[in-house]
Antibody, heavy 115, light 112 residues
């Protein structure tokens, strides 16, 4: 059974970068599927941020394209999210999830952007 | 971007009764392959979202058959028959037809 788990700092200062790790067990991220980052804002809104696929190609939400980067470490079966120049509006719970149908999600990582 | 409009914002249901949630898309979600790329998720309190329905009407593995999905190319319904207390949470529709993937605003189901 595939399992995903997010990790990273829970507090980031404005203008700095947010970095999160998704550790995957039970399935190799190089075998198939797309590996996504999705965030949930206070108030329930969900936003798809982007993915990295099994070949290492990425696709980002245009609303974030200039600030976001998704990379991976295949030796550790992990993929990463970096969001640059964060503001308080980036405060959210961040999830990693496997698609094509988002059938597996991590438990979520709460990130607060505050000075 | 494809906009998904959910209604109602919240619903309060007596256990054993039925509930329906609507999701309307700003664009047809029927692909050239004949697949309707509309999905339903439930986020229970304190948990991550879980897949309920895929491709408009297919029940995900392990999901009780009290849940069902239906619709057309732009108008979709999630029906929960005989609601149970474990069904509380926020329900989301989502489209995977084109990028960026988008979600509805969510419908909160509460138990009376």
């Amino acid at each position: 059974e595939v399992q995903l788990q997010e990790s990273g700092p829970g507090l980031v200062k404005p203008s700095q970068s947010l970095s999160l790790t998704c550790s995957v067990t039970g399935y190799s991220i190089t075998s198939s599927y797309r590996w996504n980052w999705i965030r949930k804002f206070p108030g329930n809104k969900l936003e798809w941020m982007g993915y990295i696929n099994s070949a290492g190609s990425t696709n980002y939400n245009p609303s974030l394209k200039s600030r976001i980067s998704i990379t991976r470490d295949t030796s550790k079966n992990q993929f990463f999210l970096q969001v640059n120049s964060v503001t308080t509006e980036d405060t959210a719970t961040y999830y990693c999830a496997r698609s094509n149908v988002m059938d597996a999600w991590g438990q979520g990582a709460s990130v607060t952007v505050s000075s | 971007d494809i906009v998904l409009t959910q209604a109602p914002l919240s619903v309060s249901v007596t256990p054993g009764e039925s509930a329906s949630i609507s999701c309307r898309s700003s664009k047809s979600l029927l692909s050239s392959k004949g697949i309707t790329s509309l999905y339903w998720y439930l986020q229970k309190p304190g948990k991550s979202p879980q897949l309920l329905i895929y491709r408009m009407s297919n029940l995900a593995s392990g999901v009780p058959d009290r849940f069902s999905g239906s619709g057309s190319e732009t108008d979709f319904t999630l029906k929960i028959s005989k609601v149970e207390t474990e069904d509380v949470g926020v329900y989301y529709c989502a489209q995977f037809l084109e990028y960026p993937l988008t979600f509805g605003s969510g419908t909160k189901l509460e138990i009376k």
